[in-house]
């Protein structure tokens, strides 16, 4: 079987060639010592991130055992949970944890394979095949029967020449994030904290509530949802889903009462819904809601209740949380400083996203 993708370089005209995984690249199984590797060498499934984002440092590495050797330019590829989508193009030596598979090219440029394994064809794939409900791993054997095509060499160096580039924009943009979140935190330690401001409880200085109970059928069915549903979860800025109607108006604090995030802090402005495991605070007059949102946060994790199987931070214990605070002049002047870092961290999150939009775009139009 032969056939050319929908987007290609003008220069090529040859038709490509189909393949399986099996033909071109082999899952490897030589071992290395795990007393030769160390933070930066040892992969595991905890340390590749998530969304083909690379590696970070591990925690920690086994001690006096045998791990599963790599070396440069091999594929790297987390078996646990593949949706996570935990790929990483190897740039270094080393060994991983047997939940990762190591591929390596036999036949086609390994930057190319790469390309062809970080993709959300070859993951909705491997689900496919996928065994097990709540931790799924894929099936080797169903891997290396992935069918994809590749074109002559040429041709392979062009295209992941092209990926490489947009890959370290990625990078780079990953690294702006990533210092910007550091300025902030930086700055915190500097702006959100005095001895010489006056403190408060909570209980004094806010009412408390929480929401109430909304499921996914009912949000399932509604018919003009414009209105976020605010949950205990942290990702999507704690957003479940949307309602035909509202039930809070105006600036508010939100926290996760249960679960995970328990006491992860929020500031909500605007017309939204809580869910029952979401805590709100409605400030009183005379204090800034976002910056108390912001002071609050650096608090909040030492009155986790994490001797619970579900670590909680109930109405009750968030009420007696004692915090500093400065007049309400200064709070709005602080508190503006903040404003504009969220709003940088907001535009290099959306530029991220929209790289690897364009990434699977063209993933999905050059690779067949």
């Not at 010489?196 to 069915?221: L, N, P, T």
């Not at 029952?276 to 994790?301: I, M, P, Q, Y």
Request: hydrophobic share 40%; proline share 3%.
């Amino acid at each position: 079987m032969t056939d050319v993708p929908h987007l290609r370089f003008p220069e090529f005209t040859e038709e490509w060639v189909n393949v399986s995984l099996k033909d071109v690249a082999d899952f490897q199984k030589e071992r290395i010592s795990s007393g030769l590797l160390d933070e930066s060498t040892y992969i595991s499934t905890e340390n590749i991130l998530q969304n083909f984002q690379g590696v970070q440092s591990a925690i920690s590495i086994p001690a006096n055992t045998n791990v599963v050797a790599y070396k440069k330019n091999d594929i790297l590829l987390s078996n646990i949970r593949p949706y996570l989508k935990k790929v990483w193009f190897s740039d270094r030596i080393g060994g991983c944890s047997a939940d990762v598979f190591v591929l390596r090219s036999k036949t086609c440029e390994p930057e190319f394979l790469y390309n062809v394994i970080a993709s959300d064809k070859f993951i909705n794939y491997v689900m496919s095949g996928a065994k097990g409900v709540k931790m799924p791993r894929g099936d080797k054997n169903q891997m290396e029967s992935f069918s994809f095509s590749i074109p002559a060499v040429v041709e392979q160096r062009k295209i992941s020449r092209l990926f490489q580039l947009l890959d370290e924009r990625i990078v780079t943009q990953n690294k702006i994030i990533e210092d910007l979140k550091k300025l902030k935190s930086a700055i915190s330690l500097k702006m959100l904290h005095s001895d010489s401001w006056e403190q408060f409880k909570i209980q004094d200085i806010a009412s408390i509530g929480r929401g109430r109970v909304i499921s996914s059928v009912e949000i399932s069915q509604q018919e003009n949802p414009l209105y976020p549903v605010y949950s205990s979860q942290t990702s999507n800025d704690g957003i479940m889903g949307y309602l035909d109607d509202f039930m809070f108006e105006g600036e508010y604090i939100s926290w996760t009462t249960d679960g995970a995030n328990a006491g992860t802090v929020f500031y909500r402005n605007g017309k939204f819904n809580c869910t029952n495991v979401c805590g709100l605070l409605k400030l009183k007059k005379g204090f800034d809601a976002h910056f108390v949102s912001l002071v609050l946060a650096e608090a909040t994790r030492m009155y986790v209740s994490t001797n619970l199987a579900n670590p909680k931070l109930m109405n009750n214990t968030m009420g007696n949380i004692q915090i500093r605070l400065p007049k309400l002049e200064e709070q709005k002047r602080i508190s503006v400083v903040f404003r504009k870092l969220h709003g940088l961290l907001e535009t290099h999150n959306s530029l991220i996203i929209k790289y690897s939009k364009q990434k699977q775009y063209l993933l999905s139009q050059m690779f067949i």
